[in-house]
């Protein structure tokens, strides 16, 4: 538990009674990151008055300050915290003035709309009581480190959250989940990234309140200190996207990489791709207001496009932003990039062979983008108990790794918390991570009960329709023109030949010859009078991952299951008897 979140949470207690607790977080969050740049800005702001002074150009003075001061944004008002309180009078008019003055790159309080809280405060009888209380608290970051910083703001958040009767997910993804996935993303690039003043860009397309991100770069940086990653992010919750600005100009970041909108329907950095993607998008969340901008999108761009594989199902939009991620790698010929998401387990399997799913499925595979897949233990997040899975895209694979795709089961590697937050009853320790990390290393050589390496052409099938004769009163078939017999629609029917089936290898080129032998095989000695429809034969693609590590648990002695019944029977015979007695 963050202790300065908690000390400043308790500020909040001061806002009870004109403010419900579902509102304490417009007030507090913002006025956190108000005082820590307050904090961050206070040695140099003479130098900046004067600065500001001699340059009028908003532009040059963001070039004298960074020189100056090395921060790529300042603040020009007259006010601070230092001397807001000497003017009890002029309070709410010296705040808005010294938020006004904030450099362009901070927006981040007009996201907050805090202009509103502070007439509120002012209204209630309440801003110089806060305002002093925040006064109190030393967030320099020589007292208060980056990460401190960022577990503050995380226990605030979900403090926020819990009061709102929120689902934290729309916020923010746990931190074990972050370093797991920042481990499987950084495992292959892991000599890259030792080099000494290496430059990476890491991009998130839903940044939420910029976990992510800090977490990413907080690992790259403990392995090598000389690395520099350069963050971008983009976030549609007003909210959060002013605390991920905020957190990252407190950590001296260039906070113009955080833009704000909808990454699928306007995506912030087109044209632009990057060393590393990482995402955790909404669950099952219906992109129905967007699906025609996303169409467009997608009948404009052409065979490029980022929507062109297939479009998802309009009530789950988790395989739009698989998609973008894709997209978004760097490309193979500028060094190549790597992508990890979190999404749960329907787009693994979700759709008919030749639905939108199994076609983006198709594309991924066929173009050798799909790296690992990691299916992590249930009760993992904030907000729902249902089965995670972390994607890893890559597409400039290791030698060894080239045309298969890794399927790891980690539901076994968590330890149990303390106490349960929300949902999250389990927790991915540093040990289990180191384990499924190596799980990933080892490939071929891993645990065959926790990791299966396949063929990508292993998860395809063709979806093939079985036709039947129409008879007449007769039992004889019914012929159209041609004197072909006619198919019987009650009778029609579709069976899924695997791509492998009978131990083929030739993947989607074997078509007729593997189709022919599995109806040859499994079809016609049950139905003799059957064929196949060879026009309605489609392709599919799906990752049954749950079959792969499916364990026999033989049922128990029939002798056992009587002697539980008796024992049960006896103890209900027994109750009765109570009741008439």
């Given at each position: 538990?963050?202790?300065?979140?908690?000390?400043?949470?308790?500020?909040?207690?001061?806002?009870?009674?004109?403010?419900?607790?579902?509102?304490?977080?417009?007030?507090?969050?913002?006025?956190?990151?108000?005082?820590?740049?307050?904090?961050?800005?206070?040695?140099?702001?003479?130098?900046?008055?004067?600065?500001?002074?001699?340059?009028?150009?908003?532009?040059?003075?963001?070039?004298?300050?960074?020189?100056?001061?090395?921060?790529?944004?300042?603040?020009?008002?007259?006010?601070?915290?230092?001397?807001?309180?000497?003017?009890?009078?002029?309070?709410?008019?010296?705040?808005?003035?010294?938020?006004?003055?904030?450099?362009?790159?901070?927006?981040?309080?007009?996201?907050?709309?805090?202009?509103?809280?502070?007439?509120?405060?002012?209204?209630?009888?309440?801003?110089?009581?806060?305002?002093?209380?925040?006064?109190?608290v030393?967030?320099?970051?020589?007292?208060?480190?980056?990460?401190d910083?960022?577990?503050?703001?995380?226990?605030?958040?979900?403090?926020?959250?819990?009061?709102?009767?929120?689902?934290?997910?729309d916020?923010?993804?746990?931190?074990?989940?972050?370093?797991?996935?920042?481990?499987?993303?950084?495992?292959?690039?892991?000599?890259?990234?030792?080099?000494?003043?290496?430059?990476r860009?890491?991009?998130?397309?839903?940044?939420?309140?910029?976990?992510?991100?800090?977490?990413?770069?907080?690992?790259?940086?403990?392995?090598?200190?000389?690395?520099?990653l350069?963050?971008?992010?983009?976030?549609?919750?007003?909210?959060?996207?002013?605390?991920?600005?905020?957190?990252?100009?407190?950590?001296?970041?260039?906070?113009?990489?955080?833009?704000?909108?909808n990454?699928?329907?306007?995506?912030?950095?087109?044209?632009?791709?990057?060393?590393?993607?990482?995402?955790?998008?909404?669950?099952?969340?219906?992109?129905?207001?967007?699906a025609?901008?996303?169409?467009?999108?997608?009948?404009?761009?052409?065979?490029?496009?980022?929507?062109?594989?297939?479009?998802?199902?309009t009530?789950?939009?988790?395989?739009?932003?698989?998609?973008?991620?894709?997209?978004?790698?760097?490309?193979?010929?500028?060094?190549?990039?790597?992508?990890?998401?979190?999404?749960?387990?329907?787009?693994?399997?979700?759709?008919?062979?030749?639905?939108?799913?199994?076609?983006?499925?198709?594309?991924?595979?066929?173009?050798?983008?799909?790296?690992?897949?990691?299916?992590?233990?249930?009760?993992?997040?904030?907000?729902?108990?249902?089965?995670?899975?972390?994607?890893i895209?890559?597409?400039?694979?290791?030698?060894?790794?080239?045309?298969?795709?890794?399927?790891?089961?980690?539901?076994s590697?968590?330890?149990?918390?303390?106490?349960?937050?929300?949902?999250?009853?389990?927790?991915?320790?540093?040990?289990?991570?180191?384990?499924?990390?190596?799980?990933?290393?080892?490939?071929?050589?891993?645990?065959?009960?926790?990791?299966?390496?396949?063929?990508?052409?292993?998860?395809?099938?063709?979806?093939?329709?079985?036709?039947?004769?129409?008879?007449?009163?007769?039992?004889?078939?019914?012929?159209?023109?041609?004197?072909?017999?006619?198919?019987?629609?009650?009778?029609?029917d579709?069976?899924?030949?695997?791509?492998?089936?009978?131990?083929?290898?030739?993947?989607?080129?074997?078509?007729?010859?593997?189709?022919?032998?599995?109806?040859?095989?499994?079809?016609?000695?049950?139905?003799?009078?059957?064929?196949?429809?060879?026009?309605?034969?489609k392709?599919?693609?799906?990752?049954?991952?749950?079959?792969?590590?499916?364990?026999?648990?033989?049922?128990?002695?029939?002798?056992?299951?009587?002697?539980?019944?008796?024992?049960?029977?006896?103890?209900?015979?027994?109750?009765?008897?109570?009741?008439?007695?």
């Amino acid at each position: 538990m963050s202790t300065l979140g908690s000390f400043i949470w308790s500020i909040a207690d001061q806002l009870r009674g004109p403010y419900r607790p579902n509102q304490y977080g417009n007030v507090i969050l913002p006025l956190t990151i108000l005082r820590r740049l307050d904090c961050i800005l206070e040695p140099d702001r003479e130098t900046v008055r004067e600065l500001a002074a001699k340059y009028d150009n908003p532009n040059r003075l963001r070039i004298e300050v960074k020189k100056a001061t090395g921060r790529p944004f300042y603040n020009t008002s007259n006010y601070s915290f230092a001397n807001l309180l000497a003017d009890a009078d002029g309070l709410a008019d010296n705040l808005a003035d010294y938020i006004d003055r904030f450099s362009p790159d901070v927006d981040v309080f007009e996201y907050f709309d805090f202009k509103k809280e502070i007439l509120a405060l002012k209204k209630a009888g309440l801003l110089r009581e806060v305002i002093t209380s925040f006064k109190a608290v030393d967030l320099h970051p020589d007292v208060v480190s980056n990460a401190d910083m960022g577990d503050a703001f995380e226990y605030i958040i979900r403090k926020f959250n819990e009061a709102a009767n929120e689902t934290s997910g729309d916020h923010y993804t746990p931190r074990d989940a972050i370093r797991l996935l920042v481990d499987l993303l950084f495992a292959e690039k892991e000599v890259d990234l030792a080099e000494a003043g290496i430059v990476r860009t890491l991009y998130d397309p839903t940044a939420g309140t910029g976990g992510m991100l800090a977490l990413a770069e907080e690992h790259l940086l403990a392995q090598n200190p000389d690395a520099k990653l350069s963050l971008y992010g983009q976030e549609y919750n007003p909210q959060s996207y002013a605390i991920c600005k905020s957190d990252l100009l407190a950590k001296g970041h260039d906070a113009s990489n955080i833009a704000f909108g909808n990454t699928l329907t306007d995506d912030a950095f087109k044209g632009r791709q990057f060393d590393f993607c990482m995402s955790n998008p909404p669950y099952g969340v219906d992109w129905k207001q967007y699906a025609k901008a996303v169409t467009k999108e997608r009948d404009e761009a052409g065979p490029y496009g980022r929507f062109a594989p297939g479009l998802p199902s309009t009530s789950d939009g988790q395989m739009l932003f698989l998609l973008h991620l894709a997209h978004k790698m760097r490309a193979p010929e500028d060094g190549g990039g790597r992508a990890g998401i979190v999404m749960n387990g329907s787009p693994l399997f979700n759709g008919a062979a030749e639905s939108g799913p199994s076609n983006i499925r198709k594309w991924l595979l066929e173009n050798d983008l799909v790296d690992a897949i990691v299916a992590l233990p249930t009760n993992m997040f904030f907000n729902t108990g249902i089965a995670t899975y972390i994607w890893i895209l890559d597409n400039t694979k290791h030698p060894d790794r080239k045309g298969k795709v890794q399927l790891i089961d980690g539901t076994s590697f968590w330890t149990k918390m303390r106490k349960n937050l929300g949902s999250k009853g389990r927790e991915i320790s540093d040990a289990d991570r180191a384990k499924i990390v190596k799980l990933y290393a080892d490939f071929d050589d891993a645990d065959p009960d926790l990791s299966k390496v396949l063929r990508n052409d292993e998860f395809g099938y063709w979806t093939i329709t079985v036709e039947r004769p129409l008879l007449n009163e007769n039992g004889k078939p019914v012929l159209d023109r041609k004197g072909k017999p006619k198919p019987d629609s009650k009778k029609r029917d579709t069976e899924n030949v695997p791509f492998t089936y009978g131990g083929s290898t030739a993947g989607a080129a074997g078509k007729v010859e593997v189709i022919q032998a599995y109806f040859d095989a499994e079809v016609k000695p049950h139905v003799p009078d059957a064929w196949i429809d060879w026009a309605k034969v489609k392709t599919g693609y799906e990752i049954p991952f749950t079959r792969h590590f499916y364990k026999y648990v033989p049922p128990r002695p029939l002798a056992e299951i009587d002697a539980d019944l008796e024992k049960q029977v006896a103890k209900i015979l027994d109750l009765l008897r109570e009741v008439e007695g």
